[in-house]
């Protein structure tokens, strides 16, 4: 079955340190995978994406992410957390279904960076 | 920079009511998207939609969910009779190609 895991339910760190939030997934044939932030109050907004190339990923506001296709992982990292990182961020897997593209998002991933 | 709306950002409604969430995409989206969030639990996919009609479908979207885009612009998503369980956030989303998705600020569905 196609599925999406994020291990850590709740994250608090301390400012400027270092975070790596896990992404697993379960899912057949090529994908696209996806980081999502969602800000207190926000919408989604997506932080970064891998389709193909390079897997270490660069994405917005110093997160990156490295997709490492045997372990099916894509974790998020970002070397140094500000408290304005606190959100809740979603991993998502976007693969080719049925006849069609279909999201599935991990459960997410609540962070609280601590001034 | 362009973006998704949606309208209304907060709906309360009495169960058993229709209600309909508006959505307007950015002008160049072509694939059309509806999620849900239940406070405190995950995304959920409810239907894509593209070419003017439904590509797939969750087991969540039944009978009681439709979607349309009546004018070119608007992508609503209508649920007929509403049930408590319905509380959620509703998330619009489009793209341009089905590989990427822009999603708007949500609306808040309150069931009473």
């Known amino acids: 079955a196609q599925s999406v895991s994020q291990h850590n339910h709740h994250v608090i760190l301390s400012e400027a340190a270092s975070l790596e939030l896990g992404c697993n997934y379960s899912?057949?044939?090529?994908?696209?995978l996806f980081w999502y932030v969602q800000y207190p109050g926000q919408h989604l907004q997506l932080l970064l994406k891998?389709?193909?190339?390079?897997?270490l990923v660069k994405g917005i506001k110093g997160f990156e992410a490295e997709f490492i296709k045997s372990k099916f992982s894509f974790n998020l990292r970002k070397p140094s957390v500000q408290w304005s990182d606190t959100a809740e961020y979603f991993c998502?897997?976007?693969?080719?279904?049925?006849?069609?593209?279909?999201?599935?998002f991990g459960t997410g991933t609540r962070l609280k960076v601590l001034a | 920079e362009p973006e998704v709306t949606q309208t209304p950002s907060h709906q309360v409604t009495q169960m058993g009511q229709e209600v309909i969430l508006r959505c307007v995409p950015i002008?160049?989206?072509?694939?059309f998207y509806w999620y849900r969030q239940i406070l405190g639990q995950k995304v959920e996919f409810l239907v894509s939609?593209?070419?003017?009609?439904?590509?797939?479908k969750s087991e969540i979207f039944d009978d009681q969910f439709s979607v349309e885009r009546p004018d070119g612009s608007n992508f609503t998503l209508k649920i007929r009779s509403t049930k408590l369980e319905d509380s959620a956030m509703y998330f619009c989303?489009?793209?341009?190609?089905?590989?990427?998705?822009?999603f708007g600020p949500g609306t808040r569905l309150t069931v009473l």
């Open positions: 998502a897997v976007n693969g080719f279904s049925s006849g069609t593209y279909k999201y599935i």
């Open positions: 899912y057949g044939g090529t994908v696209n």
């Open positions: 891998y389709f193909s190339g390079d897997p």
């Open positions: 002008s160049n989206h072509l694939y």
């Open positions: 939609f593209y070419n003017n009609e439904i590509s797939e």
């Open positions: 989303a489009g793209g341009a190609d089905d590989n990427e998705q822009f």
